[in-house]
C-alpha cells in the first residue's frame, strides 16, 4: 500500500503543505497539501520537483577529518575536544557557529542553547543576517518586540497590495498565485510593485514605481510627510499607542519633494498617484523583502514603511499591516530561538539583565552569554585575523553567499578549525573544512519550521538516513555532551527539544512577549507527530486560532507604546567614474540559493541554464554588448564572467546578476566575490543589491556548447557553465586559449575512452567544428565550437541524449547541429512542469492562443504549478506587439 506523509517544502517562507505519497516500490511523488493553510494545494515549480532532488549523487553520507572517513565517535569528539581547547587558552570568545534558517526550529534551538546558555558567548550568527535582520531590527525599534503583526489572509483582504523589494512571482510564488487569484476575483483590488526592474511580479500590477536603487526611504518618508497633510491619520491611536509622530513627521516634511524625486528617480506624478492611492486606501498591505532588508538603509527602510501604517492605523487588522516576507523555510523559527549574535532565545533580549537571568535559571546554567555576539560580517573578518580559532558551519554555504565571498574563503582557508554540516559533501563551503558532517536532509529529518505568517508546521521524515546521517539537533547534542553538559544535552527526539523550547517561551512570560507557545510545552510523542499547522502565540490552555498583533494598540516596549522613528536622507549612490553602473542581486524562479539542491533537477535547470547578467539595452550598447555575449562584470574585490541577456526590463544604469551560480556550476561566476561587505548599521545586514561595477565584452578565441551523458570535468578555459539536463547535462564553454587538439580535450574533459572514435566536422570557412562521440545508437558527448557564440538549438541538441542512433544520416544532422525535418526545436524552457518549450508556445500563439489559458489548453504550459504563467503572459504580449507593428 502506497504511504502518504504530511509534511513542509523545505525551500521558500511561503511554507506550503506537502504530501509525499511513497509507492510500494519505493518510489517518491509530492502533491500539494489541499489542507495547509500555506497553500491549499498549490505548489510552485520548484516544490512541485522535489523528488529530483532527493538522489545521492554528491551527498555527504559519512563524516570525514582531514579528508578521510572517520567514525562518528571520532569526529565528534575530535570537535568537542577542539573547541573545549580553544575555549580554555582562549576563552569563549574564540569560538563561533555559523548557521542557517534552513535548520530546523529543533536544531536551531540546541545549537543557540549550546552557544549562549553553556559556551558562555554569544558568537552565533545565520545566514539570516543576510536575509532578514534589517526586518528585525526594524520590528524591534517600532514595536519592542520582533513582530510580524500580520498574516497571508490580509494579502487577499486588501484592496491595496503594495510590494517593495519583492519579486513575489518568483520568490513567493504561492503566495502571489494566492493573490493573482484574489485579484481576478475582486478586480477592485490594487497591486503596486516598487522595484528597479520590471519583474514577472509586475504582470498583476495595477502601477509599476520602477525605483532608483535604496530610494525606499525617500519614498516612505515623503508617504508620511503627505499624510500629515491629509484627513486620514488615525489620530487617537497615534496618541494612545505611539510616540515620536512629531519628530518623525517634521523630519520627513523637511526633506522636500523635489529632494524625494530626485531620491527616488520617479516622477511627481507617479509619486502623487502613489500617495494619493495609499491616502485613500484603508485596507493596505505592505509587504517587503530583499529590496528592503539588503541595504545599507534597511532598518530605515522598514521603519519608514511601518511609520505609514502606524500613523494611519493600518496594522494587524484584516487586510492592513506591514508585511515582512521572510525568505528562508525557517527564517522565522531562528528568530523564535534566538539565533541571531544579539537575541536571545523565545524573543528574549540579550541586553537584558532581566532576560538573561530568566534564560539562565531556566536552562539552569552557571553561564550566559552577557553581551551580543559577532554578526556575520564581524564574524568572518574575526576569523580572517585568527581571533575565532574553531568554527562549526551549519546548513549554510558562505563560501558563495557572503559578501566579499573571496575573502570569506580566505578566512575559512586559513582557520586553524573549521566544522561543516551539510547534506552535500562538495560545496564550495564544504571544500575548506577540517571536519565535514554528513547532515539529514529534507525528507529525512524531522522538526517543526515557521513560515512568515508565524504558522508553525512539522516537517516528517519518510526516506532511510542515507549512509551514516544524522539530524543537526544530535549533532549539536552530542558535542554539547563532550564538552561536558550532558545534563542539557541529553535528548531522545526532537519533540523533547520542541516541548522545552515551548516551555520556555511561556517561562515567566505573562503576555509580556510576544512569542508563546506554551500550549505546547507538555507535547508528546504522538501529538508531536500529528501535529497540525497553528499560527503563533498559542498559549497554554488556547486552541489554535489566527492571531494579528497592535490593532489594539498594545506594544512591547516598556511603556506599551510603539516608536515612529525619524529617518534621514541617505547617500544611496555608489558609483563612479570607473564603477559607473549599479550591480543588483537576487533569484531566479527555479534556482534556490546556492543551487546544492535545485541544481540537480534538469527540469529546474532548464529554465535559466546559465549564469547571466541582464542589461537595459542602451548600458548594452555603450558596452558594446549584445544579447548572448559574454561579459566581464568587475567591481574594486574582482571580476566575473557572465552571459549577457539584454532587455528592457531593466533599469538605465544597473545590471541584475542572480546570486546562485558557484563554482560547481560555473568557472567564475560566484557574484558574492564582487559584493563589498557595506552593511546596515542597525541590523549588520550586507548591501547586496547596490554594489558599483564595470562592465565590458569578454573576447573569447572560440565559443563552444556541449551536451554530454554523463557528468563532465571541471574544464579548464575561461569560461564554463554546467548544467543538468535530461540524460546527462549540458555545458557552456568560451576559450581565451584554444585546446591544441580538440580531440583530446573532449575525451578528458568527457571521460571518453580512446577506442571510441569521434565523428567530426569541420567548417575552414566559418571556423566552426563539431565531434560527436557514439557508443553504439548512444550518444555519449557532442562539442559544437564556433568563432561566435554557438547557434545551435540546445534542447534540441539535450533531447539527442536520450534519442536512439542508429541511422548514420541522423548521426550526421546531429554533428551539423540541425534539428531533422519533422523534429522542430522547441526553444529555452519556459514552463518547467510540462517540458513546454518558447518556439512552442509562439507557434500556439501564432495558431490563435492568444490568452495564457488557450496556450494552456494547446501546449499544457502553465497548467500545473503556475510559475511560468507570468512569463507565458508576457511572450503573448510580445508577440501580438510585434504582429501589430
Ligand atoms: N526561486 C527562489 N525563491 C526564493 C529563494 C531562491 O533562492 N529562489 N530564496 C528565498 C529567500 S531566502 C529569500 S530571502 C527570498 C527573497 O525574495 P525577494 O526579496 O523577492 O527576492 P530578490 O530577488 O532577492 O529581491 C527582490 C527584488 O528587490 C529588488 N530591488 C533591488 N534593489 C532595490 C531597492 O533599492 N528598492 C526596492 N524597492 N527593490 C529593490 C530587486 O530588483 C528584486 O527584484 O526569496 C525566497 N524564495
Ligand atoms: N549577492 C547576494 N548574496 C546573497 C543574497 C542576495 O540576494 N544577493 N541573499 C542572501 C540571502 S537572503 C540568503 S538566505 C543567503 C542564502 O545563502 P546560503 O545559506 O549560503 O545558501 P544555500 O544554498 O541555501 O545553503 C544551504 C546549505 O545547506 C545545505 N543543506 C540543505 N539541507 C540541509 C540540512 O538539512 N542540514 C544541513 N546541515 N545542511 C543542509 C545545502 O546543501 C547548502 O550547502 O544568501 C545571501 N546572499
Ligand atoms: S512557494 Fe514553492 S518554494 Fe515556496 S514553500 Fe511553496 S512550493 Fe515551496
Ligand atoms: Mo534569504
Not at 553520507?61 to 562518528?72: E, F, I, Q, S
Not at 573549521?418 to 524531522?446: F, N, Q, Y
Not at 573532449?746 to 566552426?768: C, H, Q
Not at 541524449?801 to 540541425?818: Q, S, Y
Amino acid at each position: 500500500m502506497a504511504q502518504e506523509v504530511k509534511t513542509t517544502c523545505p525551500y521558500c517562507g511561503v511554507g506550503c503543505g506537502v504530501i509525499a505519497k511513497i509507492d510500494d516500490d519505493g518510489g517518491v511523488s509530492v502533491k500539494g497539501d489541499p489542507d495547509h493553510p500555506a497553500n491549499y494545494g498549490r505548489l510552485c515549480s520548484k516544490g512541485s520537483a522535489l523528488c529530483e532532488t532527493l538522489d545521492l549523487d554528491d551527498r555527504l553520507l559519512y563524516p570525514h577529518v582531514g579528508g578521510d572517513r572517520v567514525n562518528w565517535d571520532e569526529a565528534l569528539d575530535l570537535v568537542a575536544s577542539k573547541f573545549s581547547e580553544a575555549i580554555a587558552t582562549h576563552g569563549p570568545d574564540s569560538v563561533a557557529f555559523y548557521v542557517s534558517g534552513q535548520l530546523l526550529t529543533e536544531d536551531y534551538y540546541l545549537a543557540n542553547k549550546l552557544m549562549k546558555g553553556f559556551i558562555g558567548s554569544a558568537n552565533i550568527d545565520t545566514n539570516s543576517r543576510l536575509c532578514m535582520s534589517s526586518s528585525v531590527a526594524g520590528h524591534r525599534r517600532a514595536f519592542g518586540s520582533d513582530t510580524v503583526p500580520g498574516v497571508y489572509e490580509d494579502l487577499f483582504l486588501a484592496d491595496l497590495v503594495i510590494l517593495t523589494g519583492s519579486n513575489l512571482a518568483w520568490c513567493h510564488p504561492v503566495i502571489y498565485q494566492r493573490l493573482a487569484a484574489a485579484k481576478a476575483e475582486r478586480p477592485e483590488m490594487k497591486v503596486v510593485v516598487i522595484d528597479p526592474r520590471r519583474t514577472m511580479t509586475c504582470d498583476i500590477a495595477d502601477m509599476h514605481l520602477a525605483i532608483k536603487p535604496d530610494g525606499d526611504v525617500a519614498l516612505f518618508t515623503g508617504l508620511l510627510a503627505h499624510l500629515a497633510k491629509g484627513a486620514t491619520l488615525d489620530k487617537t491611536y497615534i496618541e494612545s499607542h505611539t510616540h515620536g509622530f512629531e519628530e518623525a513627521v517634521r523630519a520627513a516634511s523637511d526633506i522636500g519633494l523635489a529632494t524625494i524625486v530626485e531620491a527616488t528617480g520617479l516622477s511627481l506624478a507617479e509619486l502623487t498617484r502613489f500617495y494619493d492611492l495609499f491616502e485613500r486606501t484603508e485596507s493596505v498591505v505592505t509587504c517587503y523583502s530583499q529590496g528592503v532588508n539588503q541595504s545599507s538603509t534597511g532598518t530605515d527602510k522598514v521603519n519608514a514603511i511601518i511609520n505609514c501604517h502606524l500613523a494611519t492605523g493600518r496594522i494587524g487588522k484584516p487586510g492592513a499591516g506591514p508585511f515582512s516576507l521572510t525568505g528562508q523555510p525557517n527564517a522565522m523559527g531562528g528568530r523564535e530561538v534566538g539565533g541571531l549574535a544579539n537575541m536571545l532565545a523565545a524573543h528574549m533580549a540579550i541586553e537584558s539583565a532581566e532576560d538573561r537571568d530568566r534564560v539562565q535559571r531556566f536552562w539552569k546554567t552557571p553561564t550566559i552569554a552577557t553581551k551580543p555576539g559577532l554578526k556575520a560580517v564581524d564574524l568572518f573578518q574575526a576569523v580572517a585575523d585568527g581571533r575565532i580559532k574553531a568554527l562549526w558551519i551549519m546548513a549554510t554555504n558562505p563560501a558563495v553567499s557572503m559578501p566579499d565571498a573571496g575573502a570569506v574563503e580566505a578566512a575559512l582557508k586559513q582557520c586553524p578549525f573549521v566544522v561543516v554540516s551539510d547534506i552535500m559533501g562538495t560545496t564550495d563551503t564544504a571544500r575548506h573544512a577540517h571536519v565535514l558532517l554528513p547532515s539529514l536532509g529534507w525528507g529525512e529529518k524531522d522538526g517543526t519550521v515557521t513560515n512568515s505568517e508565524r504558522r508553525i508546521s512539522r516537517q516528517r521524515g519518510y526516506l532511510p538516513a542515507p549512509g551514516e546521517a544524522k539530524a543537526d539537533w544530535w549533532q549539536f547534542a552530542e558535542v554539547g555532551k563532550r564538552m561536558g553538559y550532558a545534563d542539557a544535552f541529553t535528548y531522545a527526539n526532537p519533540t523533547e527539544i520542541f516541548a522545552e523550547h515551548a516551555s520556555l517561551s511561556a517561562f515567566e512570560n505573562n503576555g509580556s512577549r510576544d512569542f508563546d507557545i506554551g500550549a505546547f510545552a507538555e507535547i508528546g510523542q504522538p501529538a508531536y507527530d500529528d501535529l497540525a499547522p497553528f499560527n503563533w502565540p498559542q498559549r497554554s490552555g488556547e486552541r489554535p486560532h489566527t492571531t494579528r498583533f497592535f490593532a489594539d494598540g498594545k506594544f512591547f516596549h516598556a511603556d506599551g507604546k510603539a516608536r515612529f522613528v525619524s529617518t534621514s536622507l541617505p547617500q544611496t549612490s555608489r558609483t563612479s567614474a570607473d564603477y559607473p553602473l549599479t550591480l543588483n542581486t537576487g533569484r531566479i524562479r527555479d534556482q534556490w540559493h546556492t543551487m546544492t539542491r535545485t541544481g540537480k533537477s534538469a527540469r529546474l535547470s532548464s529554465h535559466l541554464a546559465e549564469p547571466f547578467v541582464e542589461f537595459h539595452p542602451r548600458d548594452a550598447m555603450e558596452a558594446r554588448v549584445e544579447s548572448a555575449d559574454l561579459v566581464e562584470v568587475e567591481s574594486p574585490l574582482g571580476t566575473v564572467i557572465l552571459r549577457a541577456l539584454v532587455t528592457d526590463r531593466q533599469a538605465r544604469g544597473s545590471l541584475f546578476v542572480p546570486m546562485h551560480w558557484n563554482d560547481q556550476f560555473a568557472a567564475n561566476a560566484r557574484i558574492d566575490r564582487l559584493v563589498p561587505p557595506i552593511t546596515d548599521h542597525f541590523s549588520g545586514q550586507p548591501a547586496s543589491k547596490n554594489v558599483a561595477v564595470t562592465a565590458r565584452r569578454f573576447e573569447a578565441k572560440a565559443y563552444a556548447f556541449a551536451v554530454t551523458a554523463t557528468a563532465p570535468q571541471k574544464p579548464d578555459c575561461a569560461y564554463w557553465a554546467l548544467a543538468k539536463a535530461e540524460g546527462g547535462y549540458r555545458l557552456e564553454l568560451a576559450f581565451d586559449t584554444l585546446p591544441d587538439d580538440w580531440i583530446s580535450w573532449s575525451r578528458k574533459i568527457f571521460g571518453i575512452d580512446a577506442r571510441i572514435e569521434p565523428l567530426g566536422y569541420a567548417d575552414n570557412r566559418t571556423g566552426d567544428i563539431r565531434l560527436a562521440f557514439f557508443d553504439e545508437d548512444k550518444l555519449l558527448a557532442a562539442l559544437f565550437i564556433a568563432a561566435a557564440p554557438v547557434a545551435v538549438a540546445r534542447n534540441w541538441a539535450v533531447a539527442q541524449l536520450k534519442e536512439r542512433h542508429e541511422d548514420l544520416r541522423n548521426r550526421f544532422a546531429l554533428v551539423a547541429g540541425r534539428p531533422g525535418a519533422g523534429r522542430p526545436d522547441p526553444g529555452a524552457t519556459v514552463c518547467s512542469c510540462f517540458n513546454v518549450g518558447i518556439n512552442q508556445i509562439t507557434s500556439a500563439i501564432r495558431e490563435g492562443c492568444h490568452t495564457v489559458e488557450a496556450v494552456g489548453a494547446c501546449v499544457s504550459a502553465g497548467t500545473n504549478c503556475g510559475s511560468c504563467r507570468a512569463e507565458i503572459r508576457t511572450i503573448i504580449d510580445g508577440c501580438l506587439k510585434t504582429a501589430a507593428e
